[in-house]
């Protein structure tokens, strides 16, 4: 209990901080790929705390994929932070029309029943999913997404990842069209939304 407790405040400061950093922000509008896809994207199946969940079924919605963990000190709050801000910018009818994955690039820690824990405190349009550490690799490495172990100084030998930080755009017909960067605003993040969500 005491560990679950510690957990969710760790999570609830780092929301904080990354809400916080999220003033300071310079302009970083979504960056277009060119027709021929910088990556292979592609569908693929992984586990959430409501059982599984695939690309596929988001066909006809606009979807939002991101790479992280919930462990995670900084990026990862950051990024979601900035994110669920800017759905919250849409309105229903355009919060409908989207879905936001988040995959965990560790799944040695992160069970679904944690992902669904940590993804409800930035925007309820977030699933979290996980999956064996060569399903994940290969997802990631089709999406063009780096990460890797680094070992920390701590007691318990705890470790880190670093990881890629864009947030995929991924259109209703299952093309990946763009990538949002790390920190960008909310209000940018709603602009690159309406974009696609707009485009025929």
């Not at 407790?5 to 970083?28: D, N, R, S, T, Y």
């Not at 880190?160 to 993040?189: E, N």
Request: aromatic share 8%.
């Amino acid at each position: 209990m005491v560990e679950r407790l510690l957990g969710l405040a760790a999570v609830v400061l780092a929301i904080v901080i990354a809400g916080l950093a999220l003033f300071w922000q310079p302009e970083m509008p979504e960056r277009a790929l060119p027709r021929a896809p910088l990556v292979a994207g592609g569908d693929f199946t992984l586990q959430s705390a409501g059982g599984p969940v695939s690309l596929a079924d988001y066909r006809g919605k606009l979807v939002l994929l991101y790479f992280g963990y919930t462990y995670c000190p900084d990026i990862c709050p950051t990024s979601l932070a900035a994110t669920a801000e800017g759905l919250k910018q849409l309105t229903p009818e355009e919060q409908a029309a989207v879905a936001m994955i988040f995959v965990s690039v560790d799944p040695k820690r992160d069970t679904p029943e944690r992902l669904k824990e940590y993804v409800a405190f930035f925007h309820p349009a977030i699933v979290g999913v996980t999956g064996s550490a060569e399903v994940i690799a290969e997802v990631a490495r089709r999406y063009g997404v780096i990460y890797a172990e680094q070992k920390v100084e701590t007691a318990g030998g705890g470790y880190v990842v670093d990881h890629s930080s864009d947030t995929f755009i991924i259109a209703p017909d299952g093309a990946v069209v763009a990538k949002i960067a790390h920190a960008t605003p909310p209000d940018q993040v709603a602009h690159a939304i309406r974009k696609y969500l707009n485009q025929p």
